[in-house]
Structure formats: C-alpha cells, structure tokens
C-alpha cells in the first residue's frame, strides 16, 4: 500500500503578540513524512524560541531515523532556561507516517492527538515511558487511506475560556467537532483552518494563547490529468489525447478548441451549458469521459486566483467555501486543491489563431504563465506536478 | 398613539354611591344575561340572517335583532340610562362568538346567569358607549384643585335622586368642547365621583382637556370591592418613523428574549439580551411583559427599526435542548412569546413605528449567520453554536435575533429560480410556484419575452388560480420582487 499523506497547518498568535510560540515542522522523505508541533513555555519571543528549538532538533533526528530518545536527551541539555520559572520547557507532539502505512506517535504534555477513522474517533493505544524525567507517551499504529489526524496544542482546547465558554473547549468538545465537520473530501489544509476558525470564534478574535491545528490526511494517491490548449502539432492530436485519455486518474480539458479536438477524437458530443453561475466565469461544458470541461484563459486565470487566495497564509475559511460555488474555475481550484494529489499537465502550446491580433490582450506567454504559476502553488500545497508541453 | 386604555379609580364613594353603583351593575348583568338567553334560543336565525354580504359580523348589525318589543322589556332590569350601550356590548359578545365560531365550530355559547344575579356574582363592567354631558358618562375638571370627576348616569328618572343644594363649592367643568359649567339638576339620574390615578393617566387626561374630541367609550368595573373606570382615549399617533434598520427579537434558552440591530446591509449594530422577572403571578407576570415590550418599543425607537418577530403560529424553532435525557426547553414557551408579540404588535405603531413583521423562525437557531449553512449539527450545546462549515461560534440567543433580524433582507435579495432548457428552435423557461411556462423562438430576445409574460400572469392572477402552486398573495409577492429588482433577480437552473 503506498499512502499520501497531506499536511498542512495553522496557527494563532496570543492576541497582541508578534510571535507564535506554537511551532510545527513538517519533514518530508521519500519513505516517510514526520510532523513535530512544539508548545513553548509562555507566549511571544521567549516561547516561539523555545517551540522553534524543540521542534527542529526533534524533527531533523527523528528524519534521520534515530531514537525518540535521543531527541529529548538532546533537548533536556539544549534548550535554554526560563528565568522567572527556571526550567527549559516545551511540549511537543511528533507523528510520523510511512508511505507503507505504518504510524508512530509520540506526545509529551500536549493534547492527545485525535484520530478519526471514516469520520469516527479512534483512540491510539499509548505506552508511557520516562526520559530524562519527561513522560513521553509512544504509540505504533497502522494507517488507513482517509484515516484523518489532528494534533493541537493547548490553545484550542482553552478556547473560549471565561468569554464564551465557561471552562473552554475540552478535548473531548474538540473530538466531537471535528467528527461533526468531518466530511470525506475535505483537505487538511480545510480541516486545520476550519477548526482555527471555530477557535478564534471562540476566543473573540482575541486569542488568549498561541493556537495550533496541524491535520494529516492519508489518502490513497489521486491522478488528475489537466489538458490545456491544442498541441503544436496537428498531427499529434490523436496521439497526445490518446495518451491523455489512457492516464489513470481524473481528467479536465481547459480551453474551447482543445475540448473540440478532445470530443472529435473521442467521438463524443459536448454539450454546452448555459449557466452562468459567475459573469466574470464563462460556462463549463460536459464530455462523456471528461470529469471536467472550461474555457481556457479566463477560467485558468481566475482558479489562479483562488488557488492563491486558498494557499497564503491569511486565507480564511471563507476563502476555502468559495471553491464550492459552481462555476468552472472554482469547480477547477477545488479539483487541483482538495481533491488530488498528483497532477499531469499536457501544456499545448499552438497559437490561438484569436491571440494573433495584436490588440488582443492575452498571449501565449500569459498562458504558460498562468499554468506554471498554478503549478508552483500546487507544489508548495504538496502536489506531486507533472508538465508535459505538447 | 392611537387608541389607549386608562384605568381611573372611583375614589372612595360613600355607601349611598356605593348602593347605587351597586344596583347598576345587578340591573346591567340581569338585562345582559336576559339578552343572552333569548339569543342563545334563536342562534341559527342571528348566525345567518344578521351578517354581512362579506359574511362579517358587527356589533351595531347584531344589536339590531333586539327589536321594539323585547327593547320595552329590558325596562323592567331599570337598565333606561344605559341601554344603548347594553345592546352594544351584546351585539359584542354575539359577533366575538361567531369569528371565533369560525375557526372552531365546537366552541361554547357565551355564558350566562339564568336566574338573577346578586352583587356576590362576578359582575360583567357596565359598559358606556359614548362620551356626552348629558347621558353615558362623562368627565368633569376642577382646574383649580387639579381634580377630575366622573359623571355617570347609572338611574333612571323614576331612581332620580332629588338634588338639596344647587350650589357646588368647586368650579366644575365638563371636559367637552364648550367646557361648560357643570349645573345641578332637580332630580339627578347621575353619580359624581371624584377620581384618582397616577401620573401616567394625568397626563392622558390633560390632553383630554385640550382635546375632549379624544375621549371616547368607557366600562365600569369592580375589582375587590373598588370600582374603576376603563377609558378609551384616541391619542394622536405620533409622527411616522421611516424604519432605517431592522431589529430582530427571537425568544431565548438562556434569556427570556435576544435582541439584534442590523442595518440595511444586514451589518450587526449592536445586540443584547433582556430577561423577564419570573413570578407565580399571573398579573405580575403580564406587567413584567409590558415592561420587556416597553424596552423593546425603546431600542426601536432609539435604531428607527422595522422589529421582526418569531412566528410561533405555525412551525416551532427547535429551540428545545435534549441534554442527558432532560429536555430543557426555552425560558418563554410560544404562548408567552406570542402574548409578547402582541402587545408589540399595538406598541410600536403607537410609537409611529411599522407593526412588526413575523417571519418563519424554523431555521433561525440552526442556520450560520455567516456562511448560511444550515444543520442541526451546527448546535453545540444547550446555548452554543459553532458553524460546522466556517467555524463561526456565537451564543445561541444571539445568533437567533441576528437570523431573524436579517431574514428580511435576505429575502429581499434571494433571487428567482427558472427552469431553462434550450433547443434547436429556442429556448423553455418554466417557474412552477408562479404558473410560469413560456417558450421563446431563437429568435427573439427571452429577456423582454420573459418580462411580457410574468406582467401578463401579474394582471390575469385575480381570474385564475390554476397554474401556479402557491396562493395569490405569494405569487403577487415574489412577482413584485422581480419587478422591483427589474428582472435581476432570476437564476437559471
């Protein structure tokens, strides 16, 4: 079995603080993805120090396939002392995933990890051991495709403490939250910004401790194939969509000529339709076999900008609930961003006979421009992207 | 203001008034009950020959089965002063029986005494159907003591007292357009009562001074052994307010009542919760109820609102909360909201605001008030919500004034869906709730096609119900919409 797993985080400052004391790393490796959240002691500089520390000393030795043990020796002597408490403190979760399925979690003073199994909470086994005076919990477990894990640091679960809730969130009104909000096709990046949401909401928009949500989602991997514009080369029609058709996995046609030749070569018809559910969108078609049909330009430039809107930092929940609406370019950002992991690129690079005049507006260059932009995004959303230029 | 109600007290009659007060009401009662019982036995005949072409009922039309005959034999209750008024208030009583006939066929009779009553019975109020100086009843100011007195015919001639002195001591005026001096008569067929009451009323009577057109009917009523008299007085409504926000007030689990201003763009403006002082009793109750209404009446006067209210009529808001087994249900059940939201319904105009408007309320604690999802899930708790979809949280109280106080503008802005379906030779629109079903030829603009068609359902809509599945009134509703959006407002599905 070989998993994908997606990760993807966010964090809350204390209100009025500069710095998160939260830190997450996340390592990446061809065999396996390890993700440290580390908790400072107190909030701003001192805090986001300690957490920084923490967080890569444990993330780069776990990487390097040593011990757990070795890591928190190594953070027992490093980390420097605190002088109003005296004590060099900073929690820390660790999660690390092989692409075989097997997990390996450890946690000191951190909220527990929740684990949701389709959507159910599923509680890990733990096994408790004392290094260097630290309890640290450890845990081995199997992972399953759509397996989804949440690791928060104690910011979350004092939520709403004294504003809007008595006592705050709880883990367990944490737990129950996330399996209502549990949907299949939902990214992590959605997941983790959806339960900052609710804690922000919570705090007031005035947090009260540095806040963390990291989410992973295990997924089996999913192909997308995007084709876009016609190939250079009439002649190679035939051959290019063949290959195009024969790649396992979804597909999507961006541009009107290149979904013609697409729907002659096939032998299927494409209906066209006349919904416009965004005037600044043009409308999307249907072809049997096609998961997904646009225009060209004008859609692609607009998923451009909801695919930057979703992946910058800022972005805001409300950002990831525009890429429900209907029209193609939201249907598009919402494919490439949430619903696959790895994604081919056929790039045709004929010249659009309508780009040829020179008072028109777009040009080829725009065109690649736009494509290696959304690429990039991707990528650094943690797309595996293939380009092939045709 | 409108029509307003004022209690005023009969201050401390001495026995003799009070005999003769007495004896009115035990002649009144005995003349009504005896008008009852012969209605009850001609019933059918008064239900169906004593309405209106329209099939309503009115108390002058009902009163008017009380012929010549049996008018002579109510002489012998001695009800000669105010029987004019006694055949109003059974005309009333009959056209309040049949409304409520109509919407309940089974419900009972008006009760009534068969045999004579006696001052121990709860007495019905006499009622005084005009305000006039010589007959009914009327008011009396003594400007230079500050004092007011009521006059009220309760004898007939034969009953008269014989007045000794002609001289009062007070400059008596009536409170009547020519503010004449009050004269003695020889023999008096009326009672002169002095009266007391609070600053509230005073300042209603005052006005009657300089407006005596303002007074209108009264009733006489006794309440542990003191009378009263329950005026009618038809204050001037105050100047209009053009309703620039809207204010949602929804009943609460936590509070008795949330309230939220938002403005036009549906922007909160600020929101808050009131609760009502709980009590066994029931008077007390009600005055706590005036008093939540009459700070709701502020708050809308203060944000110029249009308030809009929870319509608890039909459909609930599932407002109830299962917690562990135990239900906990809101603070206000619907019968103690909907008794709210009448005495709103009257309060706000008075104040020149719009009467509230009463909007279906079986989403209004579920729905996010950001992102528009809507799931039970959404509800977190007893009093929390946290939006399953965007993550909002708000207290449940809160969130379900804002939905409500945005339901308006929301429904305003939601657009009109049409079925569209496109062919070779043209175009099909089709919209089942208002009867639409329109083809437009390829060539021909479906826009002005379109407009055409809904103005012609618009203006057949009164001949023919067939066609569209809703009833006119909502048809012409969602129709004007579209023409005060210019046809904007359509989405094709």
New interface residues.
């Given amino acids: 079995m070989s998993l994908y797993i997606d990760v993807n985080y966010e964090s809350l400052n204390k209100y009025r603080e500069e710095l998160c004391g939260d830190k997450v790393e996340i390592i990446r490796s061809s065999d396996s993805v390890v993700v440290v959240l580390a908790d400072g002691l107190g909030s701003g500089v001192k805090a986001n120090i300690l957490a920084t520390l923490t967080s890569k000393i444990i993330g780069t030795i776990m990487s390097n396939g040593l011990d757990i043990e070795e890591a928190v020796n190594t953070i027992a002597s490093t980390l420097p002392v605190c002088k109003e408490r005296e004590v060099a403190y900073s929690t820390f979760s660790i999660i690390q995933i092989f692409n075989n399925g097997e997990g390996y979690l450890v946690e000191f003073d951190n909220p527990a990890i929740i684990r949701l199994r389709k959507g159910k909470l599923q509680e890990f086994k733990t096994e408790s051991r004392e290094i260097s005076g630290k309890l640290i919990n450890e845990a081995r477990f199997t992972v399953s495709p759509d397996d989804l894990f949440i690791m928060i640091s104690d910011g979350v679960i004092h939520a709403?403490i004294g504003q809007?809730?008595n006592l705050g969130w709880q883990w367990e009104?944490v737990s129950?939250?996330v399996q209502?909000?549990y949907k299949k096709d939902m990214s992590s990046k959605a997941v983790a910004?959806?339960?900052?949401?609710?804690?922000?909401?919570?705090y007031a928009n005035e947090p009260g401790d540095d806040t963390t949500v990291v989410a992973l989602k295990a997924k089996k991997p999913i192909k997308l194939n995007l084709m876009i514009g016609p190939p250079v080369d009439m002649g190679n029609d035939g051959d290019i969509v063949a290959k195009f058709m024969n790649r396992e996995g979804k597909k999507v046609v961006c541009g009107g000529t290149t979904s013609q030749i697409v729907a002659r070569l096939t032998g299927k018809e494409i209906k066209t339709s006349?919904?416009?559910f965004n005037p600044s969108v043009p409308p999307t078609a249907e072809i049997d076999g096609i998961n997904l049909t646009t225009e060209g330009v004008l859609t692609l430039r607009r998923t451009l900008e909801l695919l930057k809107t979703c992946v910058s930092p800022d972005s805001t929940?409300?950002d990831f609930?525009m890429l429900n609406k209907k029209d193609g370019a939201s249907k598009l950002a919402k494919m490439l961003l949430e619903e696959s992991t790895s994604i081919y690129f056929f790039i045709g690079q004929a010249i659009n006979p309508a780009h040829q005049n020179p008072e028109f507006p777009l040009n080829m260059g725009l065109k690649f421009k736009l494509v290696e932009e959304i690429a990039g995004l991707l990528s650094q959303a943690g797309k595996h992207i293939t380009i092939e230029y045709c | 203001m409108g029509l307003r109600t004022i209690h005023l007290k009969l201050h401390k009659p001495g026995s003799t008034k009070k005999n003769i007060i007495k004896a009115a009401f035990v002649n009144y009662n005995n003349a009504y009950n005896y008008l009852l019982d012969r209605a009850f036995a001609d019933i059918e005949n008064i239900e169906n020959n004593y309405k209106s072409t329209k099939g309503a009922y009115s108390s002058l039309g009902l009163s008017k089965w009380i012929d010549r005959d049996m008018s002579a034999e109510l002489n012998r209750f001695e009800v000669q002063p105010f029987k004019d008024s006694l055949k109003l208030d059974f005309g009333m009583t009959l056209a309040s029986y049949f409304v409520q006939k109509k919407n309940n066929p089974d419900i009972a009779f008006p009760a009534f005494r068969q045999g004579p009553v006696t001052g121990e019975d709860r007495l019905r109020p006499i009622y005084f159907c005009r305000y006039d100086t010589k007959r009914s009843f009327c008011l009396i100011y003594d400007a230079a003591n500050g004092k007011f007195f009521a006059k009220l015919f309760l004898m007939n001639v034969k009953n008269g007292k014989a007045r000794q002195s002609f001289d009062f001591e007070r400059d008596f005026k009536y409170i009547s357009r020519k503010a004449e001096q009050v004269k003695a008569q020889k023999n008096e067929t009326y009672l002169i009562v002095p009266l007391s009451f609070g600053k509230w009323q005073l300042n209603m009577l005052m006005q009657a001074v300089e407006k005596p057109e303002i007074l209108r009917a009264a009733r006489l009523l006794v309440k542990n052994n003191e009378y009263y008299l329950s005026l009618s007085i038809d204050l001037p409504e105050d100047e209009k307010i053009a309703a620039g926000t809207y204010l949602g007030v929804s009943r609460g689990i936590e509070h008795a009542v949330s309230y939220s201003v938002v403005n036009k763009k549906g922007q909160l403006l600020r929101n808050g919760t009131l609760d009502c002082g709980r009590t066994g009793n029931p008077s007390e109750q009600r005055r706590n109820l005036f008093e939540l209404a009459n700070t709701i009446v502020e708050i809308a006067v203060k944000d110029k609102s249009m308030v809009v209210l929870q319509n608890l009529t039909g459909k609930g808001d599932k407002l109830s909360w299962n917690d562990a087994g135990t239900t906990v249900k809101p603070i206000f059940g619907c019968k103690q909201y909907n008794d709210f939201a009448r005495i709103l319904d009257y309060k706000l105009p008075q104040k020149g605001l719009p009467p509230p408007a009463k909007v279906s309320s079986v989403d209004i604690f579920h729905r996010c008030s950001i992102c528009g999802c809507n799931t039970k899930k959404n509800r977190f708790s007893k009093g929390m919500f946290i939006c399953t979809t965007c993550g909002m949280s708000s207290s449940l109280d809160s969130l379900g004034s804002l939905n409500l106080a945005v339901k308006l503008i929301k429904y305003q802005n939601t657009s009109i869906k049409l079925k569209a379906r496109r062919t070779i030779e043209g175009m099909y629109l089709q919209n089942d709730l208002i009867g639409l079903e329109l083809f437009v030829p390829r060539n021909e603009n479906p826009f002005e096609r379109l407009k055409e068609k809904i103005n012609e359902i618009s203006e057949n809509m009164e001949d023919s119900q067939a066609g569209h599945r809703l009833n006119a009134r909502d048809v012409r509703s969602i129709i004007e919409k579209l023409k005060s959006h210019d046809f904007t407002n359509i989405e094709i599905v």
């Fill in positions: 709403g809007t809730l009104n129950d939250y209502k909000t910004k959806l339960l900052l949401s609710a804690c922000d909401s919570l006349i919904e416009y929940m409300s609930l």
